[in-house]
């Protein structure tokens, strides 16, 4: 659970419609029906100067149960305008940024945490793994969570915590036998 000042924010991943080359065979791809299946959106939460936690849905909206799950109640969470992190304010001490007025105010109402994580995952997809599939976005979410919080430990440190885990985790279902799987 989180607790103290949380970051929340949400982005989409994968779904990428590649723009027609004539103008006449063009499509509005902000709608649904020209959308791809494979979108998906990670919500992550961010809680300043601890972990980072990440989910993987359908819709950026069907996030709020999942930070209602994972932040302690007396957490002050702090989102950008999206209509649907209001549900939050209800439970939480919700304050919002709207990103049209500033990017962060003084009083620390910002999610700069939560978008320097989506910047550092997107680069990673599309300069390391140039393409995730959506059942596997929810394990690269994650991965990139980790090292968004370990970023500042040294590279010895990295790899003895990455060796100490490896030998402590059970076999995972998910990973076992997957360069067997057929593509």
Wanted: hydrophobic share 35%; aromatic share 10%; no cysteine.
């Amino acid at each position: 659970m989180l607790d103290g000042t949380v970051e929340v924010d949400g982005a989409y991943f994968g779904g990428h419609v590649r723009v027609a080359n004539a103008r006449l065979d063009r499509v509005d791809r902000r709608r649904r029906t020209y959308r791809r299946t494979e979108r998906r959106s990670v919500i992550v939460l961010r809680q300043r100067g601890g972990r980072t936690m990440t989910g993987v849905f359908e819709r950026e909206a069907d996030g709020v149960a999942f930070a209602r799950s994972r932040i302690e109640p007396n957490a002050r969470i702090v989102a950008d305008e999206t209509p649907h992190w209001d549900l939050l304010s209800g439970t939480f001490d919700l304050e919002r940024i709207n990103h049209s007025d500033a990017y962060s105010f003084f009083d620390g109402v910002h999610v700069n945490g939560a978008e320097s994580y989506f910047s550092r995952l997107r680069r990673m997809i599309r300069g390391q793994h140039h393409h995730v599939s959506p059942g596997y976005l929810a394990s690269y979410a994650t991965h990139a969570a980790w090292l968004e919080d370990h970023r500042r430990y040294s590279n010895g440190a990295l790899v003895e915590t990455v060796i100490g885990n490896g030998f402590a985790a059970p076999i995972s279902r998910l990973w076992k036998g997957y360069w067997q799987r057929a593509g």
